[in-house]
């Protein structure tokens, strides 16, 4: 399967440039209380809001812009390279974005069942 490498080096190089926004923001990653705020915020923001982030003149306004727009690549990365059978090893920020999102998810989905009670 060399012809899927691509999906390795491209995840690495998305991590590295995530982990780098995450530096400018002053960002935790083992601290789950920040990574489920981070994700949700990430999760509220629409498109425009976060154009207008990445055309922001304030340095930590585009890089949050940035860390979102390149965690939409690297979930792209991981769909794809699962479609095709590909496996990727550990991508460590990705991992702890994705436990963060279950969290954040599981608590929408209890919140959205105690209303509907």
Do not use: P
């Not at 990365?77 to 990705?94: C, N």
């Not at 963060?100 to 069942?113: C, G, H, I, N, P």
Request: charged residues 30%.
């Amino acid at each position: 399967m060399s012809g899927f490498g691509h999906y390795e080096r491209t995840a690495a190089e998305l991590e590295n440039e995530i982990a780098t926004r995450g530096v400018l923001l002053g960002l935790d990653w083992t601290d789950q209380v920040q990574m489920r705020a981070l994700v949700s915020e990430a999760l509220d923001c629409t498109s425009e809001q976060r154009l207008a982030m990445l055309r922001a003149d304030d340095v930590r306004m585009k890089a949050k812009g940035e860390l979102f727009a390149l965690s939409t690549l690297m979930l792209d990365i991981m769909r794809q390279s699962a479609q095709t059978g590909v496996r990727l090893s550990d991508v460590g920020i990705w991992k702890t974005l994705a436990r963060a999102l279950a969290d954040v998810s599981r608590e929408t989905a209890t919140e959205k069942e105690k209303r509907a009670d």
